[in-house]
């Protein structure tokens, strides 16, 4: 699992944002960036890929920028220099790296930051040559290599060989499109002198392991567009847009603008999902100068508006299970407004605790029960008869004489 924050942002202003999309799209997309903006300015935790996604765009609100730039760099110093508690993932400090390129930071003012992110590698590529996996996980591996590429430092050839797809692993599509993005900007990587910064031997076996790696990309778009699911299509078309496949790339891009209403409205998707439609990936980072952007991005031009009343009535069945699939607790909630996943289980009166991610709260124990990451275990949410659930606690809202199944599961 990779690390998330939850930054919530106006669902209603969302809903009308995604009935208006094919309406107008450029319009709207201009909108999505405002709302996402708006979501810099709240009082929850810094997100980088938020920042990432508003550097990336082509209209800027450079103070608000800034601002939440300096949040960044604060939070991550703090991490860094923490003596007790969890030190931050490899994802994580990868996510800042590229958010601190996005504004062309010099990497001298976070200079703890380059040699935290190549000792988390190498204990991600040990971890990989004892047990078969990363330390965390190919996506977040793969986003250290990309952001340490994008900053310009030369990578060690054992940390790339990492990359290299074997026939027995068997990645999900984000994960694979981050892959392809660190690979490609390890193929095409230069020295000051317009050198290849890595020899042709090296190059070519990149390039073979990024083929097979978008073959199975492109092999795995469906006829509506979609890549896997909505969220892994925005990823897995930065993964097209590196190699040139702006057909496929457009195929996705639509099945994005017909996404769900609210599909996007945690501020992490959104944040995956606004590059892409601005034709825009993380390789972009390493081309950006900062000079004569345009500066008109304004959070007040969106009018606020009031939430609607989601009374309802009727009841959502949990069920709690543990590895061996039996029952361990069970609760009925009624539903006296619009609540989400996470206020059902408060209800419940469960016993239950949540980390905090990139995401959002993440659940870690229900019922006395720890998904444990050594026995890489994690909490499964189902809805009916197998239906997983695409969203967060705090995202999904269940509905009248829904069940859900809290499961414990291997990943």
């Not at 909505?230 to 891009?253: C, F, H, M, N, P």
């Not at 209800?347 to 949540?354: G, I, M």
Request: charged share 20%; aromatic share 6%.
């Amino acid at each position: 699992m990779q690390p998330r924050k939850l930054l919530l942002i106006s669902c209603m202003q969302i809903l009308l944002l995604a009935l208006n999309l094919q309406a107008n799209p450029e319009e709207t997309i201009r909108s999505l960036n405002v709302h996402l903006l708006r979501s810099t300015i709240s009082a929850l935790p810094a997100n980088p890929s938020v920042h990432i996604a508003l550097r990336l765009s082509p209209e800027h609100s450079l103070q608000d920028e800034r601002k939440y730039l300096h949040k960044l760099k604060t939070d991550l110093q703090g991490k860094l220099s923490r003596s007790s508690g969890l030190p931050p993932s490899t994802g994580l400090v990868a996510l800042y790296l590229l958010a601190f390129r996005a504004s062309c930071l010099s990497l001298s003012t976070v200079e703890k930051a380059v040699p935290y992110l190549k000792k988390e590698l190498r204990a991600e590529r040990n971890h990989l040559n004892n047990g078969h996996v990363p330390l965390t996980n190919y996506y977040q591996y793969s986003l250290g290599v990309l952001a340490l590429c994008v900053n310009n430092v030369r990578i060690d050839h054992g940390i790339l060989s990492g990359l290299t797809p074997h026939r027995h692993h068997h990645h999900h599509i984000d994960t694979n499109a981050m892959m392809v993005l660190a690979l490609k900007c390890v193929h095409d990587s230069k020295m000051p002198n317009n050198a290849w910064m890595y020899s042709n031997h090296r190059r070519t076996n990149v390039l073979l392991a990024m083929n097979k790696l978008i073959q199975q990309i492109q092999n795995h778009q469906a006829e509506n567009g979609t890549i896997g699911n909505i969220y892994s299509t925005a990823v897995a078309l930065q993964a097209l847009l590196a190699v040139r496949d702006e057909a496929r790339w457009l195929k996705g891009k639509r099945a994005l603008i017909e996404a769900p209403k609210r599909a996007f409205d945690n501020p992490m998707a959104l944040s995956q999902l606004l590059p892409v439609l601005y034709r825009k990936t993380y390789l972009d980072i390493g081309q950006m100068d900062c000079n004569d952007e345009h500066d008109g991005l304004n959070t007040t031009k969106l009018s606020a508006t009031t939430e609607p009343n989601f009374t309802l009535t009727g009841f959502v069945h949990l069920t709690v299970k543990n590895i061996s699939k039996a029952d361990i607790c069970k609760a009925k909630v009624p539903l006296r407004r619009r609540m989400s996943l996470l206020e059902v289980l408060n209800e419940a009166n469960l016993d239950f605790e949540t980390k905090e991610t990139l995401w959002g709260p993440f659940l870690t124990s229900v019922c006395h029960l720890r998904a444990q990451d050594a026995e890489r275990t994690y909490w499964q949410l189902i809805s009916g008869e197998n239906t997983q659930l695409k969203k967060g606690i705090k995202d999904y809202h269940p509905h009248g004489k829904e069940h859900i199944l809290l499961q414990l599961s291997h990943f």
